[in-house]
Structure formats: C-alpha cells, structure tokens
C-alpha cells in the first residue's frame, strides 16, 4: 500500500491530526494495527522527512503498562531465552521524586542526574494518580533519546514534537477508545532495534510491515480519527492547551480560596491539568463530598484507591461547563460545612 493510500490517511488522519499546528510539518505516518486475541492495539507514527519515505508501522499490540516493559528492548538489549529477564535489571530510575512527601511533585531539573551514555531517557507526562504532570519534558544529555509515556495527557497541549525520540499513549483517555496505543518515533532510532526480538516486541517488524502485520482495530481506528478531526475544529493542540488550563484553574482556585478547607495534593509548579487531586480535612467528610457529588450528577470523583481523597479527571472530552459545575459545587460545600449550624 502506499503512503498515500494508508488507512489512516483514507479516515483523514494526517488533515484531521493538524501535524502543521503540532510543528511536525511534513511528518508522517501511521499504522494501526491490531494484534492477536484481545490485546490491545497498538500503531505507529513515524516521522518522516518526506512524505514518501513514511514508515508504515505496525508495533505489538499492548497496551501503555505493558509498553514501558517493551520500551528498552527497542533499544539496548539483544534477547535469548538466557538473557531475557536481564533487561529489567538494566532499568535506573532517576531520584529526585520525593517519595516522602507522597510524589507531590516531578523532579525540578536540577535533581536530574543523567547518564550521557543512557540508552534513552523514560519519563511520564502525567501523573494520574498523584495528579503531577510535567510543565515541560526534561532535557536528556545530549544524543540521548527521551522517551515518554503520554497516555494520560497526549494532545491536550501544544507539544514540540522534536525533543522526542519515541512518544506512546493509550487512546483511551484523550484520542479515543480503549484499544488503540499511539506511538510516534523517529524513524532512525527502528536501526537500533536489535535482531531476533519476538514479533510482538519488535517494532522494526512492525515499521516493515506498515502497521499491517496483524488486522487493525478498525473501528477503534475510525473513532480516533473522529476525535482528532473534532480536536482540529476546536481549534487545534493551541486551543486544547487554553481550554484545558482554563478547566483546571476553575478547580484549582477552588482549592486554594477555601481557606485550607480543601489541600491540594500537588506543589503548584507540579500541579496537572489533567487529573486534579485533592484532599477534605477528614475522611468521613471526603466521602460526604462524593456522596453530594454524586447527587448533583457530578461523578467519579473518588480518588485512586492507593492515594485516596479526591480526583478531578479534566481530559479533552470534559466540557468548561461540566468543570464550572464541579467548581461551584466545591465552592457552595466548603461554605455549607465552614458556616457554623
Ligand atoms: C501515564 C499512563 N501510563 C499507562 C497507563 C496504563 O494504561 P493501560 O492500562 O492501557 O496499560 C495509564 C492509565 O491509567 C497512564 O495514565
């Protein structure tokens, strides 16, 4: 098939994704594929010099988490059935997330310290549980690939899409149903694949075989395709970007004008704008507020089970109205429980 005549360019993928507006001028291309059973798909985006030398790729089909696993043996490792295990050893996490104070905060740049003969360079965008995001990806030495997880937060802000070496994220919270993983990477890295990976790790296998080396998830394909073109009417990542901190800041002034009623979970300088989290003075008053919530048609409120309080998920799809909703709701039940009976 030809660049042209990708699936992804016949649902308007490349128009209705406005690659222009991203910075990614003339890059491209795609490839949704989905593997066996169940297991969630997962396609590529490879950017491309020039239109016809687009790679059309077809990775394994796994979700974001099992992703992370996957990631190193794209780069650094040359499995047997021996060794396999032994990439997993090779993995450092980078210190500076203080884990004391419950991962309140990314690490500020400074606390970074990198390895300039890394393999690549692994964060995560955003932090759904804690409700942390970084305001701009980390700088990794120099020749190092930054790799991201961007699941919880792809397309909801303009993104300078040429710091990345490899981006993947899951579909299912801002581009569409649970089923499809995007990932975009540069092409030049798929050379550093390693020989002799299992098919469903190998993401050369997949770039060769233009996204087709296993049947597509169309329809999970087609409705992503709808949610980009709506994000292009919208006005673009730009307009994304402005809606979505102007949803948060409804809930963060919340916050910070309740006179310490309600505690935010983040530092300010970490706080996202995806996944607002917070924290009432007791426990038996945090289920009150999910109750009355609830009762107001406002729900999922509950914090993550490991974390607890409150989580407010502002992905693309929540309108401004739905958020004001929450908002003066946060604002009319501090009053109610603060004003002496
Ligand atoms: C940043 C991030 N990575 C990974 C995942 C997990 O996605 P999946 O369950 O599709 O593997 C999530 C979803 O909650 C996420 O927010």
Not at 9 to 16: D, M, P, Y
């Amino acid at each position: 098939m030809a660049a042209g005549t990708s699936i992804w360019q016949r649902i308007g993928f490349r128009r209705s994704f406005g690659v222009a507006e991203a910075g990614w001028g003339r890059t491209l291309v795609v490839a949704g594929v989905s593997f066996v059973y169940f297991l969630p798909v997962l396609f590529i985006i490879f950017t491309a010099i020039k239109p016809q030398a687009l790679a059309l790729s077809v990775p394994p089909t796994l979700s974001p988490t099992s992703l992370f696993g996957l990631i190193p043996e794209q780069f650094v490792f040359t499995p047997t059935l021996e060794n396999f295990g032994s990439v997993f050893s090779r993995i450092m996490t980078v210190g500076g997330q203080p884990e004391a104070t419950g991962f309140d905060r990314v690490p500020a740049s400074g606390e970074l310290q990198l390895d300039p003969q890394a393999a690549y360079l692994h964060f995560t965008s955003n932090n759904t549980i804690f409700g942390t995001q970084w305001a701009t990806a980390p700088e990794p030495p120099k020749g190092v690939p930054l790799v991201c997880d961007m699941s919880s937060d792809a397309f909801s802000r303009p993104l300078d899409i040429a710091r990345y070496g490899v981006i993947y994220a899951g579909a299912q919270k801002n581009l569409g149903p649970a089923g499809v993983t995007l990932v975009v990477m540069r092409k030049e890295l798929l050379e550093r694949v390693p020989a002799g990976l299992p098919s469903v790790l190998d993401y050369k296998l997949m770039a060769e075989n233009r996204s087709l080396y296993n049947t597509p998830p169309c329809f999970a394909i087609y409705v992503t395709g709808l949610v980009l073109a709506w994000l292009r009417e919208q006005g673009g990542l730009a307009a994304a970007g402005e809606r979505n901190a102007a949803k948060a800041s409804l809930v963060y002034e919340a916050i910070d004008g309740s006179d310490g009623f309600y505690r935010g979970h983040a530092e300010a300088s970490s706080r996202s704008l995806m996944n607002v989290t917070w924290r009432l003075p007791t426990e038996e008053l945090e289920r009150r507020f999910v109750q009355e919530a609830a009762a107001a048609h406002l729900v999922e409120l509950k914090g993550h089970r490991s974390v607890g309080g409150i989580r407010a998920s502002l992905y693309n799809a929540m309108s401004l109205a739905g958020v004001q909703a929450l908002a003066d709701f946060m604002w009319a039940f501090a009053d109610a429980e603060r004003t002496p009976a």
